[in-house]
């Protein structure tokens, strides 16, 4: 079955940088519209960016400006740079493909802990 695995969280102060990386068990990966997602602690699991197989990015607006999305499918690697971090940015990161109509999402990996402090 499909792995994913997220790497490059931490702990860092408001305005600080980050890189995520998700690496994906499938080749797949290269024809599916990829996501991060991110969930705090006691929320639920939200959107933060897309990006389609073809390499165009999507972005929720809290994120918009500060966070860039990008891929290297000859890799099936996806990466999420995070720049001038919030506090409010605290979360669990995880990758996943973005379902389209009869598709699901793969099996959640363990997600990579970013926390912002003040």
């Known amino acids: 079955q499909v792995q994913l695995v997220e790497s490059g969280g931490g702990l860092v102060q408001a305005g600080g940088s980050l890189r995520l990386s998700c690496a994906a068990s499938t080749s797949a990966f290269r024809i599916n519209r990829m996501a991060w997602y991110r969930q705090a602690p006691g929320k639920q699991r939200d959107l933060v960016a897309s990006?389609?197989?073809?390499?165009?990015?999507t972005y929720e607006d809290s994120v918009k400006d500060r966070l860039t999305i990008s891929r290297d499918n000859a890799k099936n690697t996806m990466y999420l740079q995070m720049n001038n971090l919030k506090p409010e940015d605290t979360a669990v990161y995880y990758c996943?493909?973005?379902?389209?109509?009869?598709?699901?999402?793969?099996?959640w990996g363990q997600g990579t802990q970013v926390t912002v402090s003040s």
């Open positions: 996943n493909r973005q379902p389209t109509v009869g598709s699901l999402f793969w099996p």
């Open positions: 990006i389609s197989h073809g390499g165009i990015p």
